[in-house]
């Protein structure tokens, strides 16, 4: 089945840029999608990028996808102590009523 | 516009005892979704509604049941909690396919002891 994956943890100083990997196996994936995840929150939606791009840029956020290695990334640039969240990726699969497949969350952690 | 709220916040229960988990939107989705979050698992999807009046098993269904009420509403029902369930519980809508941005609710946090 398919399976998306992230690493755990990742720490930053205020006004560093941030940079959140994820790889997914499942080739067919049309969509995939990064979410944030606020403490005590449900999930929000902050960007997501067809599987014929390269790259979306929107504001601060970089999304990169690599669909040779099945590698998506997501860059912060100057990260901000507000950005400090769960970040999760997610593929969407190609046919009928697309399920969402989320990865484990990466913690992102900004110190001042 | 309140978009997806879920009811209760927290709850807490005993081996055995059953409970049922609300949620509604107001944004006239097609599609809702329940899922559970653990501990370095992500989210894993429980049941779906395609649309009103369907309901389908998700990846991990044992020992949930589904009410998809009317358009707005979708309940998750535990009829005898394990400590297993021990969880937080999100709902989510979306307009038509789950390609379509899905919207959160905030979360139940369940406690099964």
């Known amino acids: 089945g398919e399976d998306v994956e992230q690493s755990l943890f990742l720490s930053v100083r205020e006004g560093d840029s941030s940079v959140i990997n994820c790889t997914y196996t499942?080739?067919?994936?049309?969509?995939l999608y990064w979410y944030k995840q606020e403490p005590g929150a449900g999930l929000q939606l902050l960007t997501y990028i067809f599987s014929n791009m390269d790259m979306k840029q929107d504001q601060r956020l970089t999304v990169l996808l690599n669909k040779k290695d099945k590698h998506l990334s997501l860059r912060i640039a100057d990260t901000q102590t507000g950005d400090s969240a769960i970040y999760f990726c997610?593929?969407?699969?190609?046919?009928?009523?697309?399920?969402?497949?989320f990865g484990t969350g990466t913690r992102l952690l900004v110190s001042p | 516009n309140a978009g997806v709220t879920q009811t209760p916040k927290f709850q807490v229960l005993k081996t055995g005892q059953s409970m049922t988990l609300q949620c509604a939107q107001d944004?006239?989705?097609?599609?809702m979704y329940w899922y559970r979050q653990d501990p370095g698992m992500g989210l894993r999807l429980i049941y779906y509604s395609a649309s009103e009046g369907t309901t389908d098993k998700g990846e991990v269904p044992n020992g949930y049941n589904v009410s998809r009420l009317n358009k707005r509403e979708f309940s998750l029902r535990l009829e005898s909690a394990a400590p297993s369930q021990t969880s937080v519980y999100f709902c989510?809508?979306?307009?038509?396919?789950?390609?379509?941005?899905?919207?959160f609710g905030p979360g139940t946090r369940l406690t099964v002891l």
């Open positions: 989510a809508s979306s307009e038509a396919s789950s390609t379509d941005t899905q919207y």
């Open positions: 944004m006239n989705h097609n599609s």
């Open positions: 997610a593929e969407g699969p190609n046919t009928g009523f697309q399920k969402l497949v």
């Open positions: 499942d080739s067919s994936s049309t969509y």
